[in-house]
């Protein structure tokens, strides 16, 4: 893995939230008045299954260098099932993405659940520096989409 | 076996049976053996083939064959067999509608792998205790059978018809293959070594979508590429991102649902090995969450439409050992 070490690279994570869990754990990570990086824009979804890979794939696209995706708790979905699918699905995303010599640190799926305001804000500020250290995302950008 | 099979399918149209038969005839070359549907007697009597380069599954044209009137027999090979369960089971065949004779399967052979030992000009070949006597316009040429059979025959998983109403031959078995040694090859690579290796494959795609449209399980009416706004519709790539994604989401929507009947990489005009991106969902899926072999049967549930509760996260991505 190349580390890179220019410290002023301001990382862009894309943040696809479950709107029952995620959305709300960041929304109480704001009300109590907890700092994680303006660097994470957040998506919100209704449920976390409602991402499909292209999501993924066309948010590296557009110059995203970390893609998470954060959902209830596996048991607590509002839809009672639909994060089992995600994590199915995202597991074997994220492991073809690996396949394909893409970094596997660059993507994540972490369960937050609407009382984890803290738990959001620090999961949010690790995996901010994880992609800072990793660098742009050189391998799944689209050339005509980056920034001049 | 042609002889055998031509007479089969008289037999059956004659008894009405059937009203159309599906098989294959010859294309443009010697090589090119393409699937056909055949209506008369007189028309398999002229053109219908069974050789060694007989290896298009038909499967796939049963989805609109199997819903016109009347039945059609199609002869179905091990392999297409497993692909012909996939589809019943996703209802995308009428299975009443078709009458299906098992026959033995392969190897078959790649002319592209004739062509390599620059053998040109293929007017026919002829397997005499596999040595491979190919009839050219220059000549009689030899070469060994094994080194011109099909990747995907080299790598067979099984000689076993899944389904069938009358099997032409002995039945075959499950065979115990080696078909993961590659993917298994590549995963201990390093990251890099693999990013290099996939983007010299990937980069030589034209998307003809050949890929696509031979895919026994790609049989969506409306495809995700046809959509214009999905920025990767059919053209060519423009950039290394467009073909990472055409081909990521290829694999990744019949990702539980692939036979791995090889048909991708058999078609590919830019010999790009296909196959390895659907075996390595396959063995995901067999490693994370038990043994599957789509289109073994038509009951169980796909992996992706089914989960259970203590499924592993997708960090065990993550923790992977080689970087």
Known sequence: MQVNENKDFQPLIVAFCCNWCSYAGADLSGTNRLNYPTNVKIIRVPCSCRVNPMFILRAFQRGADGVILCGCHPGDCHYTSGNYFTR???????????????????TRVEWVSAAEGAKFAATMNEFTEAVRKLGPNRRLEDLRCRKQ | MQEAMINKAKQLLADGTVNRVIGWKRGEFAYDITPAVFETAEELEKEF??????????????VKESKKEGKILAFLKPCDTYSFNQLTKEHRVVRENVYIVGIPGGPK?????????????????????????????????????????????????????????????????????????????????????????????????????????????????????????????NKAPADSFEENMFHIIRAFHVAGRCTDCGECSRVCPQHIPLHLLNRKFIKDINSLYGEYQAGEDITSRAPLNDYKQDDCEASVVHERGVE
Not at chain 2, 49 to 62: E, M, P, Q, R
Request: net charge negative; proline share 2%; with cysteine.
């Open chain 1, 88 to 106: 199915r699905r995202m597991t074997l995303l994220f492991s073809m993405l690996d396949f394909l010599g893409i970094e596997r640190d660059r």
């Open chain 2, 49 to 62: 083939i069974y050789d060694d380069f007989t290896a298009a599954n038909v499967s796939k044209y049963l």
């Open chain 2, 109 to 233: 052979l790649d002319a592209e792998k004739i062509k390599a030992k620059g053998i040109t000009g293929i007017l026919g070949v002829k397997n005499e205790n596999y040595t491979l006597k190919i009839d050219t316009v220059y000549g009689e040429e030899n070469m060994p059978f094994y080194e011109a059979i099909l990747d995907k025959c080299a790598t067979c998983k099984s000689k076993k018809h899944v389904v069938y109403d009358e099997l032409m031959g002995e039945e075959g078995e499950v065979l115990d293959s080696t078909r993961f040694d590659m993917v298994e090859k590549l995963e201990n690579m390093t990251a890099q070594e693999r990013y290099d290796f996939w983007r010299g494959e990937l980069s030589k795609c034209i998307r003809c979508n050949a890929c696509r449209n031979v895919c026994p399980a790609c049989t969506c009416e409306k495809c995700v590429f046809d959509n214009p706004n999905s920025g990767v519709e």
